[in-house]
């Protein structure tokens, strides 16, 4: 998968996107990721690419040209074109996968007070939230979004990393995890997941994922 990032602060994308899983797919191609400045398509000595809002009101938006000037250079046939902005619907692991299936995503960092509406109507394919906050820029979004989709890529995640995914697909949240020692200062690991019955083990970390769904997001269980 192809991903091309539009933002005006691509030193935010060093470091986390470097590190780990998203580092491994870059090296073995399953990612190819750019982060692109998007003031390398202004053509005015101050690279402007922000503006007052017509009608009034604080802040600055994003102008129409760089971004509409990086698209058309950027994008091809199979690209979909993501804004990233708290008006966007909101991101989850359903949209990761349906994001994984792309060929090309070019994704395209809102900031200020926000973009202009042109950019909406005859750019973007999609808007997307990744959660009810007003953040700073759309760099960590993007982050966000490029870890989330890139797990879900063919050859990234061994066998025994991707059950993370699997048990979240299902809809629920994770079951509790215990790890050795099996008595760390008087606190026990449930029983049951000593006894090697995989059936019963199997029975209490669905009961458990189920119970803990109903209490922290019952919203996930409608
Ligand atoms: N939440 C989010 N999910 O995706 N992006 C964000 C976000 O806050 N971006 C910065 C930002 C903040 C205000 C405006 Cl108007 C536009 C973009």
């Known amino acids: 998968m192809k991903v091309d990032v539009l933002t005006l602060f691509p030193a935010m994308?060093?470091?986390?996107?470097?590190?780990?899983?998203?580092?491994?797919?870059?090296?073995?191609?399953?990612l190819d990721l750019t982060i692109r400045n998007l003031r390398d398509?202004?053509?005015?000595?101050h690279k402007t690419v922000d503006d007052r809002p017509f009608g009034g009101g604080p802040g600055m938006l994003l102008k129409p040209e760089p971004i509409f000037e990086a698209v058309e250079?950027?994008?091809?046939?199979?690209?979909?074109?993501?804004l990233?902005?708290?008006?966007?619907?909101k991101f989850d692991q359903a949209i990761a996968r349906e994001?994984?299936?792309?060929?090309?995503?070019?994704?395209?960092?809102?900031?200020?007070?926000g973009f202009d509406e042109r950019i909406r109507e005859h750019l973007a394919?999609?808007?997307?939230?990744?959660?009810?906050?007003?953040?700073t820029n759309g760099?960590?979004?993007?982050?966000?979004?490029?870890?989330?989709?890139?797990?879900?890529l063919p050859g990234v995640l061994g066998d025994?990393?991707?059950?993370?995914?699997?048990s979240f697909s299902h809809g629920l949240l994770e079951y509790p995890h215990y790890t050795r020692p099996a008595d760390f200062r008087g606190m026990k690991v449930p029983e049951v997941l000593l006894s090697g019955n995989h059936a019963e083990i199997a029975k209490w970390r669905a009961e458990q994922a189920k119970l803990r769904t109903k209490e922290r997001r019952p919203d996930l269980l409608d």
């Open 84 to 89: 990233l902005s708290p008006s966007g619907r």
């Open 125 to 135: 394919d999609d808007e997307l939230s990744i959660g009810d906050y007003v953040l």
């Open 41 to 45: 398509y202004t053509h005015d000595r």
């Open 13 to 30: 994308f060093a470091g986390p996107l470097d590190e780990s899983i998203v580092q491994r797919a870059r090296k073995t191609g399953a």
């Open 139 to 152: 760099a960590l979004p993007a982050m966000v979004i490029i870890d989330a989709v890139t797990r879900l």
């Open 99 to 113: 994001l994984a299936q792309q060929e090309h995503l070019l994704l395209i960092c809102g900031s200020y007070e």
């Open 73 to 82: 250079d950027l994008a091809r046939e199979k690209t979909r074109v993501i």
């Open 160 to 166: 025994d990393e991707s059950s993370h995914e699997e």
